[in-house]
């Protein structure tokens, strides 16, 4: 197909960030570039800057992801930016979490050809998962929402004084200070910008890190996090 035709070689600096998983990153461009095309999981514009603007992009938030954690990806679509992240980092166990089943059909099939044994795909939105998957380390998000509404989602997956690394573009600076306010009532504790991929990637990736303190989601979820978890003893009792 035209799409896959106009899919562009592998620049030098994904063989560098992929390594010894270099050939499964090319056959998910691949993947992405058809059968992502052909469902809809993306813009046949954006095949000729899939590796740029995509894989090398979201595989770069890897630098700032601490070592052996739990990872969500929030609204994962077609697997971005947790597979890219799960190809370089084989040490993380990572959940992509997406509600639409064709976006999930997707995920999982690609999970398995490429043999991700450390990822696994969930289907639902994340305010419906809460007490059905354990608290994580990190949430990640890549253009889901803006950034108040994103941390309404990701936030309360958190487990205590864990962290959400948002990709975020050119309104980074501007979207934190408009959530600061959504952002303190959520249980945060400290934000930051980083700017990621020196050297592999122009522009940077920008990266919002938003870490918490004790009760990710605040007071709003304490009690429906309490609920999830005594609904989740139940269930194992039974």
Partial sequence: MTEAAALPPAPEQAREVFGDRFADAVRYAELLAEAGVQRGLIGPREVPRLWERHLLNC???????????????VGSGAGLPGIPLALVRDDLKI?????????????????????LDHVTVVRGRAEEVMGKIPPVHVVTARAVAPLDRLATWGIPLLRPY????????????????SAASALSKLGA???????????????????????????PGGVRFAAKRAKAARTGRARRRR
């Fill in 59 to 73: 595989a770069v938030l890897s630098e700032v992801v601490p070592e052996g954690v739990t990872v969500c990806d």
């Fill in 95 to 115: 959940t992509l979490l997406e509600p639409l089943l064709r976006r999930t059909n997707f995920l999982v099939e690609v999970v398995e050809l490429l043999g």
């Fill in 162 to 177: 864990g962290e959400m690394l948002a990709l975020k573009g050119d309104t980074a600076e501007e979207e934190l200070k």
């Fill in 189 to 215: 504790v400290e934000t930051s910008i980083l700017h990621v991929g020196e050297g592999i990637v122009e522009p940077l990736s920008t990266v919002v890190r938003v870490e918490v303190g004790e009760s």
